[in-house]
């Protein structure tokens, strides 16, 4: 099946610097990313729907200017959480739908980044 | 607003019983899946029900949906320890996925 992977899997960083997470999808084209976050012991939150070679839109609530989003090819999404704090700490997934020609449409989750802000 | 609610969201049960979890969800789609996830892991792709009706079996699990009632349903028969693990039911709603609170499963021997 398709996969989506992240990098970095895991990241420690200090208050007030910037962090940026990568999501590929490995072995198709995904014009949508999905990027979300989930804290512990809580339910998955959308943050935002990344678009290749536009904008991202981000869910109500979220800081545009605070989490940045670049989807510069069809196989990478980068999320930036930019001047990053405590409260930024949490995994963060994300996710790429598959439209296979053939085949079922299907969303396929990344194996996710557990961000921690000292 | 859609809302996406699941019932239990703790469950613990023994090995050998059959239980069930329910999803309700607040507005009209025509998908929704399960997913499992593991602590510390992301999310494992269980069913994708796309019809009323519609119903699926992997293992010991099965999963159904209907449309009319917004309901989904993941069923465990004769559950294993293996089985252990957060449940979260997710409706698609133009390509989003909204996700339940999930249901933490504890299987004993």
């Known amino acids: 099946g398709a996969v989506v992977s992240q990098h970095p899997s895991w990241v420690i960083c200090k208050s007030g610097t910037s962090v940026k997470i990568e999501c590929r999808s490995l072995d198709f084209q995904a014009t949508t990313m999905f990027w979300y976050r989930q804290f512990p012991k809580q339910s998955l939150m959308l943050m935002a729907t990344?678009?290749?070679?536009?904008?991202?839109?981000?869910e109500q609530g979220v800081e545009k200017d605070k989490f940045l989003i670049n989807h510069a090819s069809l196989t990478l999404s980068t999320l930036t959480v930019t001047s990053a704090h405590p409260e930024d700490s949490s995994f963060y997934i994300c996710?790429?739908?598959?439209?296979?020609?053939?085949?079922?449409?299907?969303?396929?989750f990344g194996p996710g980044t557990r961000l921690l802000v000292l | 607003e859609l809302k996406v609610e699941q019932n239990p969201l703790f469950l613990s049960m023994q090995e050998g019983k059959n239980y069930t979890i329910y999803c309700n969800y607040s507005?009209?789609?025509?998908?929704l899946y399960w997913y499992r996830q593991d602590p510390g892991k992301s999310l494992e792709s269980l069913f994708v029900?796309?019809?009323?009706?519609a119903v699926k079996q992997e293992g010991r699990l099965m999963a159904s949906l209907d449309t009319k009632a917004r309901l989904s349903t993941l069923h465990i028969t004769a559950a294993v320890h293996d089985l252990s693990a957060t449940y979260f039911c997710?409706?698609?709603?133009?390509?989003?996925?909204?996700f339940g609170q999930g249901t933490r499963l504890t299987i004993n021997p």
């Open positions: 029900l796309l019809s009323n009706g």
């Open positions: 507005t009209t789609s025509d998908r």
């Open positions: 996710s790429a739908r598959d439209y296979p020609p053939r085949g079922l449409e299907t969303q396929y």
């Open positions: 997710a409706v698609d709603i133009t390509q989003k996925l909204v």
């Open positions: 990344s678009n290749e070679g536009s904008k991202a839109t981000y």
